[in-house]
């Protein structure tokens, strides 16, 4: 998936799924399926590893009936792939899919440095 900014639109997914759920229980259900489409593939370290990043943004909404007050809040949910060294990647195709989800992470980390530090631009890609 492609990650933009745009601007007046704020940040797009392409081909993002947004799904609305009533209960902890059907967002459960979500989170479930989610990960079981997830990519994993064996390496020399560890038998399950995660080939992807996997980000759920929950929003919530609600009313204090007291007050006749509306919340909106969101959540994010991140979990990134695993971080591997060249030596404990096995194959060549092990090899570059470390590399990537490296490159992945120091991006994702400067990223996370520009929002930090409310940069104009920030290096989504």
């Not at 399926?33 to 992807?52: D, W």
């Amino acid at each position: 998936m492609d990650i933009h900014y745009n601007e007046g639109k704020g940040t797009t997914v392409t081909n993002l799924t947004i799904q609305p759920v009533k209960s902890a229980a059907e967002l459960e259900k979500f989170i479930s399926l989610a990960h079981n489409l997830r990519s994993t593939a064996a390496t020399n370290f560890n038998a399950h590893s995660s080939r992807a990043h996997a980000i759920t943004k929950i929003y919530i909404a609600g009313t204090n009936p007291q007050h006749g007050i509306a919340y909106k809040e969101s959540v994010n949910l991140v979990d990134l792939a695993g971080s591997e060294s060249a030596r404990t990647s096995g194959s060549d195709c092990r090899l570059q899919e470390t590399k990537n989800i490296n490159k992945s992470l120091s991006t994702l980390g400067d990223v996370m440095y520009a929002l930090c530090n409310k940069n104009k631009h920030i290096p989504y890609r």
